[in-house]
């Protein structure tokens, strides 16, 4: 079986013990409801029609604080959402509390740092045709698989500097498990000073 990201979410929580903080949970009505419909999402709709206002405004607001927490208390936490841009990526390491980004003055996707070196992403990728046959085959999510073209579309793939390990999805759940274990293990002895 290969893994999506809310599988893979759940299964790496279990086993790690880490709180889960799944994206998908944060999208207003209006939102599901456009998705539901096929209409794919904007920049203007994640940031719920403010054009002033960041991208994932909800799931920033209803998160940052349990994320901080987690932080400050040096707990570790997984979140899965899309973040398919570097910018919306960037926002996350801003919002969820990065020390390395405290003085940065906002996200201008012409001059992003790179993330910083407690946090790091895992990019899960596959191609086109493949994601899309899984997302046919699968039951009861609002996105439906005639959004993926514009998830493709928009696509930013992390950079080096982003912290990021990719996972090929094609690869079974405990396979990429063991793999981001492994990732966390250098991760963290990275760390130590």
Same mark, same amino acid.
């Given at each position: 079986?290969?893994? =999506?990201r =809310? ?5 790496l929580?279990?086993k ?10 944060? &999208?207003? !009505?209006?939102?599901?409801?456009k998705?539901?419909?096929g209409? #794919? ?5 994640? =940031?719920?029609?403010?054009?002033? !206002? /960041? ?20 707990s570790d936490?997984?979140?899965?959402c =899309?973040?398919? !841009?570097?910018l919306?990526?960037?926002?996350l390491?801003l919002? &969820?509390?990065s %020390?390395?980004?405290?003085s940065?003055?906002? #996200?201008d #996707?012409?001059?992003l ?7 790091f992403f895992?990019?899960l990728?596959?191609?086109y045709d493949?994601?899309? $046959? ?5 039951k009861g &999510?609002y996105?439906?698989s005639? /959004?993926?073209?514009s $998830?493709f579309?928009?696509? %930013?793939p992390? /950079?080096?500097?982003?912290n990021?390990?990719p996972?090929?999805?094609?690869s079974?759940i ?5 793999e981001?274990?492994?990732?966390i293990v250098?991760? !963290? ?5």
């Amino acid at each position: 079986m290969c893994a =999506s990201r =809310s599988t893979l979410g759940e299964f790496l929580s279990e086993k790690l013990g880490w709180p889960l903080h799944e994206g998908d949970n944060f &999208h207003p !009505k209006e939102n599901i409801e456009k998705m539901t419909r096929g209409e #794919p999402l904007t920049d203007q709709t994640r =940031s719920h029609g403010e054009v002033n !206002k /960041l991208p994932w405004g909800s799931f920033t607001r209803a998160d940052s604080e349990n994320s901080r927490e987690e932080r400050c208390s040096g707990s570790d936490a997984l979140v899965t959402c =899309s973040a398919l !841009k570097r910018l919306y990526r960037q926002i996350l390491l801003l919002l &969820h509390g990065s %020390e390395a980004l405290a003085s940065f003055p906002g #996200p201008d #996707p012409d001059t992003l740092p790179p993330a910083p070196p407690d946090v790091f992403f895992l990019f899960l990728y596959g191609d086109y045709d493949f994601l899309y $046959q899984r997302m046919v085959a699968r039951k009861g &999510h609002y996105m439906k698989s005639d /959004l993926l073209r514009s $998830q493709f579309d928009i696509l %930013e793939p992390p /950079l080096d500097e982003e912290n990021v390990l990719p996972l090929d999805v094609r690869s079974s759940i405990a396979c990429m498990a063991a793999e981001v274990e492994r990732h966390i293990v250098r991760f !963290k002895s990275s760390l130590v000073p």
